[in-house]
């Protein structure tokens, strides 16, 4: 066997096939896939593959914007379909979020339990700053002009009623690589596993379906990047950069994104990170978006990156990554979407 390349799995409570969903247990995944799930626990594209090309959407609602930002929402799923339909091999879809301080201005009722603005890290040497974001849009497709038309569609009809703090225009590259070089979503969990991870189930019954996306923008330092020694960055990352393989590195970055939950077995989240960037400004970055059940498994990821915990971190990506971004949006069903409460 490969030196160092460690058997993983090893000390999980139980297999991915094992676990059970959150949307009903095996139900729920049928539910999904069912062509007549319970509207209300269908999710958003939260599951899907990663796309070839996403569009990143950042907004603030304006003051009196909130009858329009309603409107869409409830109208998303019709502006999906006109978009994409006549190019079925388009795969468009778009997944929408809404932060804590924007959901009882839009929404009467219950709240998602767990949502909340996006808690700042200041560290020593490391800082994830909390920036502003009521609304987010990741809109994704094989194809730029799918993703570009569904942007523009959406900001012509929230034109004058949000403030865009961020848009970034993503992409995948070469084998599903980072600007880094490293293949990035191998560990991601599929299939039931995906949903167990990045779907609320029975513990928020009224948000059944939904998902909590951690956003956070970073850009890297490429040229001490590419100053390192090859052997040096796989240690940062803890995988061979050319053939992706784990390897046993105490404190790399996927060491210190291994948390175990109470029982051992370990807390997954789903990553739908995508590079971005602009060379003729000397910008690389990544674009982080994690789906996940509950946002404290993102967050304890993130005090061990940014803060360090018990014998491991901070990362030492973050010696070559700087975030510049940072919110909490809860996704709702898209049951949810179709049918909004009150405002
Ligand atoms: C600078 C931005 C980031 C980059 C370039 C990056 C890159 C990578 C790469 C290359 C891997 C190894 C392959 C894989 O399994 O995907 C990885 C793994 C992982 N990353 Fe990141 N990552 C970033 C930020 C984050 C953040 C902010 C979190 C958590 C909030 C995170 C959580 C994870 C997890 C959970 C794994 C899998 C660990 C395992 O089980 O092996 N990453 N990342």
Same mark, same amino acid.
């Given at each position: 066997?490969?030196?160092?390349?460690?058997?993983?799995?090893?000390?999980? @409570?139980?297999?991915?096939?094992?676990?059970?969903?959150?949307?009903?247990?095996?139900?729920?995944?049928?539910?999904?896939?069912?062509?007549?799930? /319970?509207?209300?626990?269908?999710?958003?594209?939260?599951?899907? /593959?990663?796309?070839?090309?996403?569009?990143?959407?950042?907004?603030? #609602?304006?003051?009196?914007?909130?009858?329009?930002?309603?409107?869409?929402?409830?109208?998303? @799923?019709?502006?999906?379909?006109?978009? $994409?339909?006549?190019?079925?091999?388009? $795969?468009?879809?778009?997944?929408?979020? #809404?932060?804590?301080?924007?959901? !009882?201005?839009?929404?009467?009722?219950?709240?998602?339990?767990?949502?909340?603005?996006?808690?700042?890290?200041?560290?020593?040497?490391?800082?994830?700053?909390?920036? &502003?974001?009521?609304?987010? +849009?990741?809109?994704?497709?094989?194809?730029?002009?799918?993703?570009?038309?569904?942007?523009?569609?959406?900001?012509?009809?929230?034109?004058?009623?949000?403030?865009?703090?961020?848009?970034?225009? %993503?992409?995948?590259? +070469?084998?599903?690589?980072?600007?880094?070089?490293?293949?990035?979503?191998?560990?991601?969990?599929?299939? &039931?596993?995906?949903?167990?991870?990045?779907?609320?189930?029975?513990?928020?019954?009224?948000?059944?379906? $939904?998902?909590?996306?951690?956003?956070?923008?970073?850009?890297?330092?490429?040229? %001490?990047?590419?100053?390192?020694?090859?052997?040096?960055?796989?240690?940062?990352?803890?995988?061979?950069?050319?053939?992706?393989?784990?390897?046993? %590195?105490?404190?790399?970055?996927?060491?210190?994104?291994?948390?175990? $939950?109470?029982? !051992?077995?370990?807390?997954?989240?789903?990553?739908?990170?995508?590079?971005?960037?602009?060379?003729?400004?000397?910008?690389?970055?990544?674009?982080?978006?994690?789906?996940?059940?509950?946002?404290? #498994?993102?967050?304890?990821?993130?005090?061990?990156?940014?803060?360090?915990?018990?014998?491991?971190?901070?990362? /030492?990506?973050?010696?070559?990554?700087?975030?510049?971004?940072?919110?909490?949006?809860?996704? &709702?069903?898209? !049951?949810?979407?179709?049918?909004?409460?009150?405002?």
């Amino acid at each position: 066997m490969f030196a160092g390349h460690r058997v993983r799995g090893v000390g999980r @409570a139980a297999s991915e096939g094992e676990r059970a969903g959150p949307v009903g247990r095996a139900k729920g995944w049928e539910a999904m896939t069912s062509p007549l799930p /319970p509207g209300e626990t269908l999710p958003q594209p939260v599951l899907n /593959p990663p796309a070839s090309v996403a569009v990143f959407l950042v907004a603030t #609602i304006d003051t009196g914007g909130e009858a329009a930002v309603r409107e869409v929402l409830g109208a998303l @799923a019709g502006l999906v379909r006109s978009v $994409g339909f006549p190019s079925p091999d388009g $795969g468009l879809g778009c997944v929408a979020g #809404i932060g804590s301080r924007a959901w !009882g201005r839009l929404f009467g009722g219950p709240r998602p339990a767990e949502l909340h603005p996006f808690r700042e890290l200041a560290g020593p040497r490391h800082h994830a700053p909390s920036t &502003p974001g009521d609304l987010f +849009f990741h809109i994704k497709a094989a194809r730029t002009d799918l993703c570009f038309a569904l942007a523009a569609e959406l900001m012509r009809r929230l034109r004058g009623t949000v403030t865009v703090r961020d848009e970034t225009q %993503a992409f995948s590259y +070469f084998d599903s690589r980072n600007v880094l070089g490293f293949v990035d979503g191998t560990e991601n969990p599929v299939g &039931p596993a995906a949903a167990d991870a990045a779907l609320v189930g029975e513990e928020d019954p009224a948000f059944r379906g $939904g998902s909590y996306a951690v956003v956070q923008k970073y850009l890297h330092d490429v040229d %001490a990047w590419e100053a390192l020694a090859v052997e040096a960055q796989e240690k940062v990352i803890g995988r061979t950069k050319l053939t992706n393989l784990e390897l046993d %590195a105490p404190g790399s970055h996927k060491d210190v994104n291994t948390v175990l $939950g109470p029982d !051992g077995s370990e807390q997954r989240i789903l990553r739908a990170a995508m590079p971005f960037g602009r060379p003729g400004h000397g910008e690389f970055g990544t674009y982080f978006v994690a789906y996940a059940r509950t946002p404290g #498994i993102p967050e304890t990821m993130l005090r061990k990156m940014f803060l360090g915990g018990p014998g491991s971190g901070p990362d /030492p990506l973050l010696d070559y990554s700087r975030a510049v971004t940072g919110s909490l949006f809860f996704v &709702p069903s898209a !049951g949810f979407l179709e049918a909004l409460p009150e405002g």
